[in-house]
């Protein structure tokens, strides 16, 4: 399943969060890991675990509006 985080407009300098819950949806433990990789201005926690056959966890995405983005439309 594909996950879609929508933070919408977010301010300057201002920090949003959303939670998203995982789910193994198998009968084998799952470990998961979100890469090393440069999110910008976005952070992920925890980034890394692992879930038992049925088990769901939340983790928590964050986004901090650090400079403007986007075009305005006239």
Same mark, same amino acid.
């Given at each position: 399943?594909?996950?879609?985080?929508?933070?919408?407009?977010?301010?300057?300098?201002?920090?949003?969060?959303?939670?998203?819950?995982?789910?193994?949806?198998?009968?084998? @433990?799952?470990?998961?890991?979100? @890469?090393?990789?440069?999110?910008?201005?976005?952070?992920?926690?925890?980034?890394?675990?692992?879930?038992? @056959?049925?088990?769901?966890?939340?983790?928590?995405?964050?986004?901090?509006?650090?400079?403007?983005?986007?075009?305005?439309?006239?």
């Amino acid at each position: 399943d594909v996950i879609n985080v929508d933070f919408g407009k977010v301010l300057l300098k201002t920090k949003e969060q959303r939670q998203v819950t995982i789910t193994n949806k198998s009968l084998l @433990p799952v470990s998961w890991k979100i @890469p090393a990789i440069d999110l910008g201005d976005f952070a992920v926690e925890p980034n890394k675990g692992t879930l038992q @056959p049925l088990q769901s966890t939340t983790i928590t995405v964050s986004f901090e509006a650090t400079s403007q983005s986007g075009t305005a439309k006239k």
